[in-house]
C-alpha cells in the first residue's frame, strides 16, 4: 500500500487526504496545531467549492451549516448605508453569496469525513525530507523517522515543506501592502447586530473594519490596514500593540473589536501575499493550496483553490495507478502541475487597484468605492457586469472595476 504524507491538516490537506484514503493510501496528516483548527471567515459555496464537496459526498453537510447572508453594505461611522448589494444582487452572483458557510465547520466536515485510513497526528510537524531511493525519509519534530512513497506540502503561505525543499519563504512571497487580523466576537446584550448584513467600514489611511454573521450569537470580525511585514507570529502582546495603535482614532466598533481581539480563542494576524513557485514538485514532493500559490484573500478564492487543487492532485494520482505503482507519482505530480497551474495564475491576477478598492487611501476613494458599487448595479449597467463575470469563471468582486479609476479618486 502507497503512503503519503500530508503536511497541513486545513483544508486542502483534508481534503487531498480523505481522496486518497478512498483511493486505498496509507495516509499521515501531520498539523502543527494541537487539535482542528478553528476561526476563519465565511466560505461561500459557488463554482469550485460546490462542485468538489458535492464529488466527495458532503455538500448536504456544508448545505446544513449555512450562515444566513443578507449581503454587503458599505457603511459610514453612524452606520448610515453608503452602498448595499444584496445577495439577489447579478442573480445571486455578487459579493456575498446566499449560501455561504463559516471556514470552521467545513474544516469540521472534512476532518470527520476520514476513516481509518488517515492518521492525523497533532502538534507535529517536519525537520527533514531527505530523498531515500524512491521513497522520502521524513524527519519529524517529535524525533521520529518514518519513510513516504508522497510527501504533500499542505501547510500555508508560510509553508515549512516550502521552505525546506524550494528555499526559504522570501523567494516566493509578493507582499500586497496590507494585513488583516480576524477573529469570532461573542455578542453580549449590547453589541450592534449585522442582522445578516456584512458590513464594510474604511477610514483615510487604508484602514478598515468588517463584521459579518457567524454561528447564533457570535460576529466574524476583520481588521485591515496598510503593512507589508508584522510583529513574529508568536508575539501576542506586539500584534495588539500594533493594532492599538492603528486603530486608535478610528470610529464605529473600532474600541469594541480592539478589546476583543484580545480574548478571541481564534484571532490570527497575517499580511496579503501571494505566493509564486515556479515549480509546485521536486521529486516525490509537492506543494498544495497556499503553499504552492496563495492568490491571497482579495482574489475570494482561497478555498475555492485548495478543494479544486486537492481533488486535481487525487485525480493525477488516480490515472497514474500511482496508488498501486508508486513509482508513477512523480509522473502523476508533473501532471498535477499542468492542470491546476492555468487556474491558480488567472487567481493571482488580481486587477490594478484591488487593493485601493479593499481599503481606500483617501476619504475621496471611500466615496468613489461605494458610488462603483452602486454603479455596478444599475439597470444599465448590470446585463454587461454579469456577462463579464460570468467570463471569469468565479463569484465577481465589483470592486475591481475600481481599477481604471484608481489614480483620479486617490484611492
Not at 500500500?1 to 495516509?27: S, Y
Not at 463554482?47 to 446544513?64: F, I, K, N, S, T
Not at 491576477?349 to 452602486?374: H, K, S
Request: hydrophobic share 40%; charged share 25%.
Amino acid at each position: 500500500m502507497a503512503r503519503a504524507l500530508i503536511v497541513g491538516g486545513g483544508i486542502a490537506g483534508d481534503t487531498l487526504a480523505l481522496f486518497l484514503e478512498r483511493d486505498g493510501w496509507e495516509v499521515t496528516v501531520a498539523e502543527i496545531a494541537p487539535a482542528p483548527r478553528a476561526g476563519g471567515q465565511t466560505v461561500d459555496l459557488r463554482g469550485d467549492c460546490r462542485e468538489v464537496l458535492r464529488h466527495a459526498g458532503l455538500l448536504d453537510q456544508a448545505r446544513e451549516c449555512l450562515v444566513p447572508q443578507r449581503g454587503a453594505a458599505w457603511i459610514t461611522d453612524g452606520g448610515r448605508r453608503l452602498a448595499e448589494m444584496p445577495v439577489e444582487a447579478f442573480d445571486g452572483q455578487g459579493l456575498v453569496s446566499d449560501e455561504e458557510l463559516l471556514r470552521t465547520d467545513l474544516a469540521r466536515i472534512l476532518h470527520e469525513a476520514a476513516g481509518s485510513g488517515v492518521r492525523h497526528r497533532f502538534g507535529e510537524t517536519v525537520e527533514a525530507l531527505d530523498d531515500a531511493g524512491d521513497r522520502v525519509l521524513a524527519r519529524f519534530r517529535s524525533g521520529a523517522s518514518e519513510e513516504f512513497d508522497l510527501v504533500v506540502g499542505a501547510d500555508g503561505a508560510h509553508s515549512r515543506v516550502r521552505a525546506l525543499r524550494f528555499g526559504p519563504e522570501e523567494n516566493y512571497r509578493r507582499p500586497l501592502g496590507l494585513a488583516h487580523a480576524w477573529f469570532t466576537l461573542a455578542e453580549q446584550p449590547d453589541t450592534p447586530k449585522v442582522d445578516g448584513w456584512f458590513l464594510l467600514y474604511n477610514v483615510p489611511g487604508r484602514r478598515g473594519l468588517e463584521a459579518r454573521p457567524g454561528h447564533p450569537g457570535h460576529q466574524e470580525v476583520g481588521l485591515t490596514f496598510a503593512a507589508d511585514e508584522l510583529p513574529p507570529r508568536h508575539d501576542r502582546e506586539a500584534q495588539f500593540a500594533l493594532l492599538d495603535r492603528t486603530f486608535a482614532d478610528v470610529g464605529w466598533r473600532a474600541a469594541e473589536f480592539l478589546a476583543a481581539a484580545r480574548h478571541a480563542p481564534d484571532f490570527a494576524l497575517d499580511t496579503f501575499d501571494q505566493v509564486h513557485v515556479p515549480c509546485w514538485h521536486n521529486g516525490r514532493v509537492v506543494l498544495l493550496g497556499d503553499s504552492a500559490w496563495c492568490a491571497s484573500p482579495l482574489s475570494g478564492l482561497g478555498t475555492a483553490l485548495a478543494l479544486r487543487g486537492a481533488a486535481e492532485l487525487a485525480a493525477a494520482l488516480r490515472t497514474a495507478d500511482a496508488g498501486t505503482d508508486p513509482g508513477t507519482v512523480p509522473t502523476a505530480l508533473a501532471a498535477f502541475e499542468t492542470t491546476m497551474r492555468p487556474r491558480a495564475t488567472q487567481a493571482q491576477q488580481l486587477p490594478p487597484g484591488r487593493v485601493a478598492a479593499m481599503a481606500p487611501r483617501t476619504a475621496l476613494g471611500i466615496r468613489f468605492n461605494a458610488w462603483v458599487m452602486r454603479t455596478v448595479q444599475s439597470p444599465l449597467l448590470r446585463p454587461l457586469m454579469k456577462r463579464a463575470f460570468a467570463a471569469t469563471g468565479h463569484a465577481p468582486d465589483p470592486t475591481e472595476t475600481t481599477a481604471t479609476q484608481k489614480n483620479s479618486t486617490g484611492g
